[in-house]
């Protein structure tokens, strides 16, 4: 049967997927929710009409947000997640043995529970003893918290609706507070080619907070707008590309990366656009 | 109006644009041909329903698939480029000061001459003097040709009808016979999440033909299946990896590029995914 899902980049693009059935459907107090199986990207979470995580690709998003911010560090104890209900994060965050505490604060209880119990590929280490699941908004989170974490990791959606404090200053000088003095943090910052003027306005606020090294990333992402996708590092003392390779390569033998690799660690900053290492130059001169 | 175009990467995924208007329309002897003006991708060039060229992100492709090989070699003055029809690898390798005469073997000359009409972003240095195009099909090219080259690029469409045979031994056999002794080529090879046998393959005959370099590449290329498309480089004698990144960024000044920069040039290579590394690494044991 010819039965297609259809997100509309915007109203220029689609991207369509051929779908096997429908296993979850709901409506929170935030967005809608579905997850779908399908015959190309596997299940797939679906929130708000918006491929949000697929099993075919998310491998490559959720190593390098996780593994880029967690080998900067040199010694990671505690990581705060915000957001990424599907797990995805939260299970590479777990490999790392010198973590010893994930606060996972997600805003939608029923993504969490509809990816529990759908998407156990990616949900499998929500059980985990060093997991704290709080269920609040990232952004009051940070605005009320005590804590002080080595790395931040905001595994947050486009910012449309509840998410848009998540692009703005207040938030981000809220991360650098909630942040030890060698302390990291990591964001999805969406396309350089649809979205360069927000990535410029990210590195502005996260240089106005006081981060001493601002550096996006890019890597293809298949399901998502343009396919081509950043994240954007911003840290107090480490640079990424002065790691230990040798340290990384021995690290990760254990992981199972399909993408990520020593290599990959410091390469994938380099090898990023020149017209969008520019603009972030540009941005923070 | 809502008029879109769309490809089917295969019978489980899809990607549309929407289209202002059909701006040419033929068939050639070996396919369908169409140039359509669309709101997002700019002018695209279509041939038998697969995008093969947008102005939205040509850029990408074109600046990787030639100033990659053409600053590996460090003195490149005869340059043969193998299909590409839409003039863009062409107007990037004009480009660079050593090289002196650029060979255009290109198969369907009605490709060529509606991109000359329709597509003068693309196909603007065809008259330029150092460009010599000659209408005939690569794989005999190469194969009764006794002229040698210092650059080979092989721009070319999906291994499907004529095509096919440039993804096949024997055309690799030849490649490696017109190149000097200090020669090298890359090759246009498909999606690494779609197409990882064919990668496979392809490494191995260039192994089999003698090359001795053989590195795959990985980019996003929003038009092209999955997003994540790649090159392969083989090469006789220069690694990519051992280049003066100096020089490169003084000649690339003049260049426009929006994509490449010398930091590119090796990154890419080490940035591209473990998967693909391994696979490659694999095929070439």
């Known amino acids: 049967m010819d039965i297609w899902f259809t ?11 051929r779908v096997k059935d429908i296993l979850y459907r709901d409506k929170s107090k935030y967005q809608e929710i579905a997850i779908l199986d399908t015959y190309d990207f596997g299940k797939v979470l679906v929130l708000d009409n918006t491929y949000q ?12 947000i996780s593994h880029i911010p967690l080998f900067t560090h040199p010694n990671p104890k505690k990581v705060l997640v915000i957001g990424g209900g599907d797990g995805g994060t939260v299970r590479e965050v777990v490999k790392h043995d010198t973590v010893e505490r994930i606060d996972f604060v ?7 529970e509809a990816c529990k119990k759908y998407m156990p590929n990616l949900s499998c280490e929500m059980e985990n003893e060093k997991v704290n699941i709080i269920i609040t908004d990232g952004i009051k989170y940070v605005a009320e918290t005590d804590e002080k974490y080595d790395v931040i990791i905001i595994d947050c959606p486009d910012p449309v609706g509840p998410a848009k404090g998540l692009f703005e200053k207040e938030f981000y000088k809220n991360v650098f507070k909630c942040l030890n003095d060698d302390g990291l943090m990591v964001q ?23 981060f001493k090294i601002i550096m996006p990333y890019v890597y293809p992402m298949p399901s998502y707008p343009s396919g081509m996708w950043s994240f954007m590092l911003a840290s107090k003392k480490y640079n990424p590309l002065n790691v230990d390779k040798k340290k990384i390569k021995k690290k990760i033998e254990k992981f199972n990366t399909k993408y990520y690799d020593e290599d990959v660690h410091t390469s994938i900053f380099l090898s990023s656009p020149k017209f969008l290492k520019e603009a972030v130059k540009e941005a923070l001169e």
């Open 188 to 210: 999805q910052s969406e396309s350089p080619l649809y979205n360069l003027d927000l990535i410029k306005n990210i590195a502005k606020y996260l240089k106005e907070s006081g």
């Open 7 to 17: 997100e509309y980049h915007n109203k220029n693009v689609a991207l369509s997927v």
């Open 53 to 64: 995580t697929t099993e075919f690709d998310e491998f490559i998003y959720h190593e390098l």
């Open 106 to 112: 997600e805003l939608d209880e029923k993504v969490l």
